[in-house]
């Protein structure tokens, strides 16, 4: 499974940004997708995600209302909506995926991007 993560960039705060988690093949259709997230000097944390289905979504509590995880399948693609965004979101995101039915758990994730860097200016 091959995943390209697209759509980072600098904004202020208060802003949006879509990130892009492109995917090989059919991989979404047997894959749940998370995307995490790791500032300069902090551990990586879970962000997202969202079930092979589609029907099924998490989120970390300090992004709940303000991101939104989507999917469209038709262009093997996930999306990462970021609105409202502060500081603390600046971070480097990457997207993951697993075949796991265990898919909000950070461990179960084995296929990896390349992150995107988004910056928030203050």
């Known amino acids: 499974v091959q995943l390209q993560a697209s759509g980072g960039g600098l904004v202020q705060t208060g802003g949006s940004l879509r990130l892009s988690c492109a995917a090989s093949?059919?991989?979404?259709?047997?894959?749940?997708v998370g995307w995490f997230r790791q500032a300069p000097g902090k551990e990586r944390e879970f962000v997202a995600a969202?079930?092979?289905?589609?029907?099924?979504?998490y989120y970390a509590d300090s992004v709940k209302g303000r991101f939104t995880i989507s999917k469209d399948s038709t262009k093997n693609t996930v999306y990462l909506q970021m609105n409202s965004l502060k500081p603390e979101d600046g971070a480097v995101y990457y997207c993951?995926?697993?075949?796991?039915?265990?898919?909000?758990?950070?461990?179960?994730?084995?296929?990896w991007g390349q992150g995107t860097l988004v910056t928030v200016s203050s």
């Open positions: 093949g059919r991989a979404l259709s047997v894959h749940a």
């Open positions: 969202i079930s092979r289905s589609g029907g099924s979504t």
């Open positions: 993951a995926a697993t075949p796991s039915p265990r898919w909000n758990i950070d461990s179960e994730y084995i296929y």
